[in-house]
Every structure is written in structure tokens, then in C-alpha cells.
């Protein structure tokens, strides 16, 4: 074993797909990528970490609602640039080309081109530790994008793509809480 520095063992535990979230503050839509994301238990309910450095905490709350995007590999470009840009100067979805699609539930729109959406609305903000609690109002996956991998921040500039799929469900079936 090596020693690492303890300030860069956060990059030990990757987190989360990196994931796009949309807002509308009432006038216009934004985007942001998020690197640190993670399910609450067996339920719809997500966290992010993010806080007032980022243009669209503003929305998240003032209206209470968001839209987690989950883009692919193939957008790593457009994900990149979405989180070194503001939106305070920047139509993020026109400058990377994105398609905004309306919600059924919540006004920040889906993002068409990603693998999935996710409808949410804010339930917590834990100021101490700059974490949004989010509960999932409604979910759409696209089952003709034939890119399916995800991408995972390192957290130093480098990411992780998910490979292929390793199915225990036989295996798990007995340990795995019902209706899940």
C-alpha cells in the first residue's frame, strides 16, 4: 500500500452517475452538472451537494423543484461544459445543443437527448453540508438510445464509464426487500 493524501480520498469512493439538473427560476430554464449524487434508501428520494456558488441553487429554491437528467458517455463533452459555464451569461441549452422537453409535473424541463429524466421536488436543504434532498415525482427513460453507460466523476478532471452489466438477481432475490 501507498499513502494518499487524505484530502484526495474522496476520490476512492465515486459516487453516483454524473448527472444534469434543470431548473426554471420563472423566466428561463438552466443546467448544471452534478458529480455528487446519491439514493436515499429504497425510495425515490435522491440527494445532490450544491450550494449558492452554483447560478441555479437560486431556482432550486425559490421554486422547489428540478429535473435530474442522466446523460451518457457520449454527451461527456457537453457535460463538461455545462458544469465550466454559468448560467447567469449562458443559455446552457442552446449553447450545447440540447433539447428542452416540458415536464408533466414540475416547469424545469427534461433533456431529450439524456437516457433518463427524473421529476423532482426539493424537500430538504441541509445548509450545513450544502445538500438538496430531492423526492421523484416521475421518471422517463428513453429505450431506443442505444447508449446506455454513464458516466462517474473521480474528482479530479477524470471519470469512470460504467462497462457491462453483472446480473446476481437469482443470487440477491431472497435479501431484496419486497416491492422494490
Known amino acids: 500500500m501507498r499513502r ?5 480520498a474522496f476520490t476512492l469512493m465515486e459516487s453516483g452517475p454524473v448527472v444534469l439538473v434543470t431548473t426554471h427560476d420563472g423566466q428561463r430554464n438552466n443546467i448544471m452538472t452534478i458529480s455528487w449524487t446519491m439514493v436515499v434508501d429504497f425510495t425515490p428520494l435522491f440527494a445532490i451537494t450544491t450550494g449558492a456558488w452554483n447560478f441555479s441553487y437560486a431556482a432550486l429554491r425559490k421554486t422547489r423543484e ?6 451518457t458517455v457520449d454527451m461527456i463533452d457537453k457535460v463538461v461544459g455545462i458544469g465550466t ?3 447567469a ?12 422537453l416540458p415536464g408533466k409535473t414540475v416547469r424545469a424541463p427534461l433533456i431529450k437527448e439524456c437516457l433518463a429524466n427524473i421529476e423532482c421536488k426539493v424537500i430538504a436543504i441541509v445548509k ?3 445538500i438538496v434532498v430531492l423526492e421523484g415525482v416521475a421518471a422517463y427513460t428513453d429505450p431506443m438510445r442505444k447508449e446506455k453507460r454513464t458516466l ?8 469512470i464509464v460504467d462497462g457491462r452489466k453483472l446480473d446476481r438477481k437469482k443470487m440477491m432475490a431472497a435479501k431484496i426487500p ?3
Do not use: E, M, Y
Open 4 to 8: 494518499l493524501k487524505l484530502g484526495r
Open 66 to 71: 428540478c429535473v435530474i437528467a442522466i446523460p
Open 85 to 87: 459555464c454559468s448560467g
Open 89 to 100: 451569461n449562458t443559455d446552457k441549452f442552446a449553447q450545447f445543443r440540447l433539447t428542452p
Open 128 to 130: 450545513k453540508h450544502n
Open 152 to 159: 462517474h466523476a473521480v474528482g479530479d478532471g477524470t471519470f
Open 178 to 180: 419486497a416491492g422494490i
